[in-house]
């Protein structure tokens, strides 16, 4: 049969880099040269061949998605997640569609925030990405307005200058795939931990914590517009604690005695520290 090529195709393919187009079954996707991949019923595309796989179940398990989920959706990371937002919307020419990829998104909890929280999100088509499947999954089951693909942030299955915005929170990038896909002058959005963020957690796990650095790494390529703080005190209760614990990697650094004395602790005050990070394309 031949392949109905859409010119404006967004995605490649992850193993020709060939445009991928969608098949009129609506089913699964394909390039010229016939490597297809199907979509799945949960309405995510999958686009890391099992050639670029470096382990079974890549990035984030899905007992850590679970977590994730479960500690975001009481909205303990919000005021964060709309300060994000607002400087999406502070930075987004607001006559226009814009493209904006939310890059190793985990369940899609900030794609979620974004549409909720943007003045604008009529004018914001949200693509998110992560290497995890589950986590995908999930994401594409809870929000069918986003384009969701798992491939890996090593090889983004995108044609060139697609992208108006990426946002990374607390996620890997490679600097020459992000200026690949982003448009000239478009801007890159981080989320890092700053110097404090979950000190009184970490002082569960590890004898002597350490303050992250303050700034985070200026990918090659850009330079950095601005940079926010956002410090605030959190009191999850139990469950919510141990959900927090699970969903970050220190959880393969607590013994069974630790977790319990941090699950039986009456009452945990936990600070979180984030450091936002503006950061357009630039050739200079
Ligand atoms: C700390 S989690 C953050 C998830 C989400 N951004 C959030 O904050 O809720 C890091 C995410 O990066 C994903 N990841 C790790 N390596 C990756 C890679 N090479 N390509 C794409 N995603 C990756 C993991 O699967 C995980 O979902
Ligand atoms: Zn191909």
Redesign the pocket.
Known sequence: MPLLLKPDSLYICPVCSEPLAAQPSGKNYSCPKLHSFDCAKEGYLNLLPVQFKHSKE???NKH??IA?RLF?EHGF?EPMAKALTMMIDAHHLQTEAMQLL?????????SRAIDIFSQHSELINLHG????KY?IAAAAKKQNKAKYVV????RLPYKENYFDFIV?????SDADELNRVLKNSGYLLT?TPGPRHLWQLKEYIYTEVKEHAAESLIPSGFKTLSTQRISYKITPDTEQRMSLLQ???FAWQVNESAQQILSDAACLEIETDFIITLFVKSDI
């Open positions: 890549p990035g984030d850590m998605m994730r975001l990371y939310d890059l190793g998104c985990g369940e899609g909890y900030y990405l992560d290497i995890a986590a491939a890996s942030s090593n990374r929170v607390f996620a890997p989320v969903m970050t990697p």
